[in-house]
């Protein structure tokens, strides 16, 4: 489906832990993406410091009948972030979706890695697994430094996959290496977090033979 322009509603605030809060909007009728895909979110005639729009990675799926983001608040956010928090039931914001390609091949061993809030694409992948005929097991490395994963009864209640937690770094590169270890290039490599977690964990994956081929990428730029 090509990106266009839409005007959705804001339906519901979590606060789901610490920093972290998602956001339920309604989902304009007929709209459709692959899940993994993000859109542009940008605030209606608000004029603030700084770009009055971010991506966001859709951490819904497509049968949910909403459209759910999810994001770190610090205690000193950005105005954009401020004033998401603020929004009223029922305000607008503008999104432009959908894009990307970090999506789910599912002909082949996925191998998940999620740095803390990069775990929005892959909720939407992985909760849309349930759908899927497949009798292949999944592996999700979770790595939050916080110890605190959002969405992980929500991922463990899917029956297609294993999840591993850890928070903190060494005990992440461990688990990764284990599990390269086992599957190498056997495997697709999901890997979404910031820009710094992206790029030390596919330096990883390279070291220990992983080919470009087989690592997927969803950058959170902005992080
Ligand atoms: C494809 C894609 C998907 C994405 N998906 C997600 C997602 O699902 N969830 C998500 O949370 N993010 C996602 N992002 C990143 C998102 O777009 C934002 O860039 C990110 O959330 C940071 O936004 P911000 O408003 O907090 O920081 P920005 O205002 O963009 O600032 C960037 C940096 O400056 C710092 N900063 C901001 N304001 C201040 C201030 N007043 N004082 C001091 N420092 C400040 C911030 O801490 C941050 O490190 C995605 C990005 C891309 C490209």
Do not use: C
């Not at 542009?40 to 700084?50: A, D, P, R, S």
């Not at 097991?137 to 937690?165: C, H, M, N, R």
Request: aromatic share 12%; proline share 4%.
């Amino acid at each position: 489906m090509k990106a266009q322009e839409y005007t959705i509603k804001l339906l519901k605030i979590e606060h789901l832990d610490k920093e972290y809060y998602s956001f339920d909007f309604s989902k304009p009728e007929g709209f459709e993406f692959v899940e993994g895909q993000f859109g542009v979110f940008t605030h209606v005639n608000k004029v603030m410091e700084g770009k009055p729009f971010r991506a966001f990675s859709i951490a819904s799926t497509n049968e949910e009948p909403f459209l759910k983001i999810a994001t770190k608040i610090t205690s000193s956010p950005s105005e954009f972030k401020q004033r998401l928090l603020n929004l009223a039931l029922g305000e607008e914001v503008i999104l432009r979706a959908p894009m990307g390609d970090f999506k789910y091949d599912e002909t082949q061993k996925a191998v998940f890695i999620a740095g803390g809030i990069g775990i929005t694409p892959i909720r939407s992948i992985i909760l849309s697994m349930k759908r899927l005929n497949e009798n292949r097991l999944d592996t999700l490395i979770y790595s939050e430094l916080e110890s605190t994963y959002p969405f992980s009864s929500e991922l463990e209640s899917t029956k297609k996959l294993e999840v591993f937690y850890s928070a903190d770094i060494e005990p992440t590169q461990k688990l990764i290496t284990d599990t390269i270890n086992i599957y190498q290039n056997k495997a697709l490599y999901y890997l979404s977090g910031s820009p710094g977690f992206v790029k030390g964990i596919t330096e990883l994956l390279k070291v220990h033979g992983i080919l470009e081929t087989k690592i997927i990428y969803d950058v959170f730029v902005g992080y």
